[in-house]
């Protein structure tokens, strides 16, 4: 799996690998019929998963905005409180955990010496500690009480695609885990979410069908410096992840922001000069899904009285955010809490591009190494 096959670089063939990655963390750890989810590898017992008062979150990088999303999921599902820090952060700012607490650490590499650092501070702390990770028996898992390991295959691009989409499925997987045992997911809810889970990759198939449009939209705008992303609840931390991908591989200038927090600052940027990429997509089932739809429609209206240039993420078979936006990409109808798995796809495709047309090193970024071992 390390070599490019037919693909120019690692980034895009990996970023094509996430269907396959999807299916090999998931598949085997749920059953349909019975509509449960199993985490053998979890190794904490029903009864302290029961017992939890609070989950922290801990990573960097991109594995951190995995975690912002696996926050959601876990509020949604499981009914626990998240919070989600730096790993730079955290392992300094004698964190107030203790017994009674989990922490979850979010690692590609399982090297990363921050969110090692971070696991052995929250350890000293008392707290109960789960890894999720790509590599098998790396330091992050060796040290961990349970560990749910993401089966991307190796990821060689600096930039994380896949094992990010894959990092996103083991915390959904965790979530509806969890909420199976506090007794919060009805069977009948549970059937629904593992039947989406299962004909997800499919659909991430049929959103890499919008390469070439991304190829495209970043012919149109390889020459602009600076972009917005933006995204309102779990869909803002892959607003952050659709500009750190930009930043990390094309050198252009990118921030990920809440859609609802753009009126107080960042609305002054919006003008011509600075694209603006909103996710606007819609769960029709989930009513705040359509309070917050309703919220970016008027948000990309007001952006093209700006002057603003939008392009829009938007579910299959909208009109309204088409009928507005400059360009309109189309994400298929998918539950809420899964949606931002697709969603990031055509943000990676958007920046690959970019950088292939401002003609740069895409798997090997200036200043940038895969895992970051040593503070
Ligand atoms: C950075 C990588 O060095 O480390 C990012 O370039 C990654 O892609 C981050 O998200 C964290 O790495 P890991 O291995 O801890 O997930």
Redesign the pocket.
Known sequence: MASTAEFAHHMIKEIFEQPQALRDTTASRVSLEEAVVRLPEVRISPQELRSLRRINIV?????RHAGMAGQYMILELAGVQVDVDYASEFEYSNPLIGPGELTIL???????AD?TGAQREAKLKGSRTVAISNVVDSTIAREADGVIYTHAGPEIS???TK?FSAQMAALFLFALYLGQVRNKVPKALGQYYIRELLGLADKIKAVLRCASQCEKLADKYHRFDDFLFLGRAIHYPIAMDGALKLK?VSYVHAEGYPTGETKHGPNALIDEHLPVVIIATCDRNDPGSVVRYEKNVSNIRGFKKQSGQVIALASEGDTEVSSLADHTIYIPQAPELLLPILEIVPLQLFAYYMAVRRGLDVDRPRN?????TLE
């Open positions: 990573a960097s990088g991109t594995s979010i690692t590609q590499s399982g090297e990363t969110t600096i930039a994380s094992a990390e940038l190494v895969k895992s970051v």
